[in-house]
């Protein structure tokens, strides 16, 4: 039963990784769902730098994320550490950017 467990919870966080977690905007741009289960700022940080890596391998160059703040603000960090320009998606009360260079 632990088993199960371990790979169901595995198989949860796969879904929030490059490129499960995106979905295309046009040419070279993505919106990103900012969901990872996790409060812990340093696994927001891994995981964000994991996305934004992948990312850019695949030649995204712009990118809007929606979801947990904290999530978000671990994206913009890590899209703009790889060249990405990147903002989060507007909602009342919230709207910040983040570019690269």
């Known amino acids: 039963a632990a088993a199960l467990q371990d790979t169901a919870r595995r198989d949860a966080m796969l879904a929030w990784e490059f490129p499960s977690c995106a979905v295309a905007l046009g040419e070279a741009g993505i919106a990103v769902a900012a969901g990872l289960p996790s ?3 340093e696994q927001l940080a891994a ?3 994991r996305v934004a890596k992948a990312a850019a ?3 995204i160059r712009r990118a ?3 979801g947990q703040e904290r999530a ?4 913009l ?3 703009a550490v790889v060249g990405i320009e990147a903002q ?4 009342p ?5 983040r570019s690269s260079g």
Not at 72 to 75: E, F, K, N, S
Request: proline share 4%; charged share 20%.
């Open 77 to 79: 960090d890590a899209f």
């Open 93 to 97: 009360g919230r709207a910040r950017t």
């Open 57 to 59: 391998l695949a030649g």
């Open 72 to 75: 978000c603000a671990a994206l």
């Open 64 to 66: 809007v994320a929606s």
């Open 88 to 91: 989060v998606a507007p909602t």
């Open 39 to 41: 409060d812990d700022d």
């Open 47 to 49: 995981w964000a730098a």
